[in-house]
T-cell receptor, first 116, second 115 residues
Framework: ETGVTQTPRHLVMGMTNKKSLKCEQH?????MYWYKQSAKKPLELMFVYSLEERVENNSVPSRFSPECPNSSHLFLHLHTLQPEDSALYLCASSQYTGTGNNEKLFFGSGTQLSVL | AQKITQTQPGMFVQEKEAVTLDCTYD???????LFWYKQPSSGEMIFLIY??????QNATEGRYSLNFQKARKSANLVISASQLGDSAMYFCAMREGRGNNRLAFGKGNQVVVIP
């Protein structure tokens, strides 16, 4: 079983739909992340959860709503999205110590989202 | 302001040749970490190599090595003996300070290895 699993792999939704992206990590990590990857742009950090507490919300519109019920699971709830929200959404996890700068992120394969 | 700059256009590399991917960064923090990730067409970002700002030697991991030039703020990735499976996007990333959750990425370099 891969370390970080994301479902679904592909999602097409209309602007009025409500959907959720799911991420699960099997690495025993204590921090989870959502990144957005758009064409020709750097990865954008959206949310960070450390020990199940949201520690960063990078000015993301409220139509994106994260949820972290436990240290192994992370969701991204989507509602009334816009076409410009179409992108690859990547989940990652890490073992956050709070003292170093060498902590690696382990990524899932992402959910390719298309908003029509 | 962009913290990580990767400006090379897409690159074609002959199999078994070496390739160097450029990365420059911007920070005023004396403590930072630099990372390279590989993203094949499957989408998953795969960690390749790490270099700490206080590390005295350039990092190496198998066929990957990092040419760290601190004064120039550059952290170029060298892939030796390219293989067809090396075809992917390559991203440079930086974490500033200590205990920082934020990993900032560059726009990436596209590498295609040809037989």
């Amino acid at each position: 079983e891969t370390g970080v699993t994301q479902t679904p792999r592909h999602l097409v939704m209309g602007m009025t739909n409500k959907k959720s992206l799911k991420c699960e990590q099997h690495l025993g990590h204590n921090a989870m992340y959502w990144y957005k990857q758009s064409a020709k742009k750097p990865l954008e950090l959206m949310f960070v959860y450390s020990l199940e507490e949201r520690v960063e919300n990078n000015s993301v519109p409220s139509r994106f709503s994260p949820e972290c019920p436990n240290s192994s699971h992370l969701f991204l709830h989507l509602h009334t999205l816009q076409p410009e929200d179409s992108a690859l959404y990547l989940c990652a996890s890490s073992q956050y110590t709070g003292t170093g700068n060498n902590e690696k992120l382990f990524f899932g394969s992402g959910t390719q989202l298309s908003v029509l | 302001a962009q913290k990580i700059t990767q400006t090379q256009p897409g690159m074609f590399v002959q199999e078994k040749e070496a390739v160097t991917l450029d990365c420059t960064y911007d920070t005023s923090d004396p403590s930072y970490g630099l990372f390279w990730y590989k993203q094949p067409s499957s989408g998953e970002m795969i960690f390749l190599i790490y270099q700490g700002s206080y590390d005295q030697q350039n990092a190496t991991e198998g066929r990957y090595s990092l040419n760290f030039q601190k004064a120039r703020k550059s952290a170029n990735l060298v892939i030796s003996a390219s293989q067809l499976g090396d075809s992917a996007m390559y991203f440079c990333a930086m974490r500033e300070g200590r205990g920082n959750n934020r990993l900032a990425f560059g726009k990436g370099n596209q590498v295609v290895v040809i037989p």
